[in-house]
């Protein structure tokens, strides 16, 4: 995973607000996840998803790690930074402060990004 394997959004989105894409290609997982696998909650390797979020972390030049949701279809919606240790079960995430990263994981949905005119509160849905 290189920063050329990011998709880049072109939205109207404040200068405070980034978004991203990324790929399947470039990871280090393998079989049924192969390769950039970011799912840690489907069977992969945990070393593996490890190492793609990590090299995700570096390719897209982020301030802090994603927080990163244990995924489910519902309509439960957390607050970024409010968990310390175990990933939430949600299918959406939001903030209202300044470096944190919402994330979600698609597969065959659309993620919906979202923020405010200002960019002071940003959420991912998916």
């Not at 069977?43 to 949701?69: F, I, M, S, T, Y």
Request: net charge negative.
């Amino acid at each position: 995973m290189t920063a050329n394997n990011l998709i880049i959004p072109q939205w109207p989105s404040p200068p405070n607000v980034r978004a991203l894409i990324t790929t399947r290609q470039g990871g280090h997982s393998s079989g049924a996840y192969s390769s950039f696998n970011l799912g840690s909650h489907v069977g992969d390797e945990p070393g593996k998803v490890d190492a793609n979020r990590q090299q995700l972390q570096e390719a897209a030049d982020l301030p802090a790690e994603p927080c990163w949701l244990n995924q489910v279809h519902g309509t439960d919606v957390v607050e970024a930074g409010q968990y310390l240790s175990e990933a939430p079960e949600a299918d959406a995430v939001f903030s209202t402060e300044s470096g944190h990263i919402c994330a979600v994981l698609t597969a065959d949905c659309l993620p919906v990004l979202l923020c405010s005119r200002s960019g002071d509160f940003v959420a991912a849905v998916h």
